[in-house]
């Protein structure tokens, strides 16, 4: 065996090579279950974690558990309510292959960029501008369901990460709506608390009516308010 016949020389790439090893981990990780609308955890406010919390193996544990299954699902973000767990932690991720997956021409609307995983403890959000900007979503609490949400187009977040550092996030886009949905998780608030009426609609239908259609267009043929 020479050694460009070596199992582990092909993969160069550092990234690769951390793929397969998140992938590895994944096989032996936990995957959670996810709670469902109606479940009274996904309407109590979070309670904050200690900072003894924060930097505890348990919440290194918890944190690890919700990236597998987030990324299983998959979804671009989970909080610790819909796992069962009343306590202000969520995780946001959107990935390559995710945004891959969506319309080029809906990805370019919705800002929607890659952001690397995320860990966010006590978050606090805080509105950037005033402007707003309204796409369909969904929940993993909520099965095959999505629905118009208007939301802050950018704002400002300051949370703790997994170690304890307080970190402060500016996100547009995409990446602000994510994080806008999660810590209203925190808060007992869920997406169809702020849906625009009468647009609920399972994927299929979304997929076959309503996706190429503008979000005005959509309040016209809807006759939404
Ligand atoms: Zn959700």
């Known amino acids: ?14 990234q690769a090579r951390k793929d397969i090893s998140d992938r590895m981990f994944r096989r032996s990780e936990k995957v959670l279950d996810i709670v469902e609308v109606g479940d009274p955890v996904l309407r109590k406010v979070a309670r904050r974690l200690s900072p003894e919390e924060i930097t505890a193996e348990a919440t290194a544990s918890l944190v690890r558990a919700m990236r597998t299954t987030m990324r299983r699902a998959p979804g671009v973000g989970l909080a610790a309510p819909q796992v069962g767990r009343g306590i202000a932690l969520a995780v946001v991720e959107d990935t390559e292959e995710l945004v891959s997956r969506t319309d080029s021409a809906l990805v370019r609307l919705q800002e929607r960029r890659v952001v690397p ?3 966010l403890i006590n978050p606090e959000l805080e ?10 979503e969904g929940c993993l609490s909520l099965g095959n369901f999505r629905m118009l949400v208007r939301r802050h187009r950018s704002v400002w977040v300051r949370a703790a990460d997994e170690n304890g550092e307080v970190r402060e996030i500016h ?7 994510i994080l806008q949905h999660e ?15 009468r647009s609920l609609t399972t994927l299929a ?7 190429h259609l503008t979000s ?7 006759r939404a308010r």
């Open 1 to 14: 065996m020479t050694a460009s016949d070596c199992a582990c020389e092909w993969v160069a790439d550092s």
């Open 117 to 119: 995983f995320q860990v």
């Open 127 to 136: 509105v950037d501008d005033e402007e707003e900007v309204e796409f369909y």
């Open 171 to 177: 996100a547009t886009g995409w990446h602000a709506r």
């Open 183 to 197: 810590i209203d998780h925190l808060n007992g608030v869920l997406c169809i608390d702020r849906m625009t009426g």
């Open 205 to 211: 239908n979304y997929t076959k009516h309503w996706s």
């Open 216 to 222: 005005e267009e959509v309040r016209q043929a809807l």
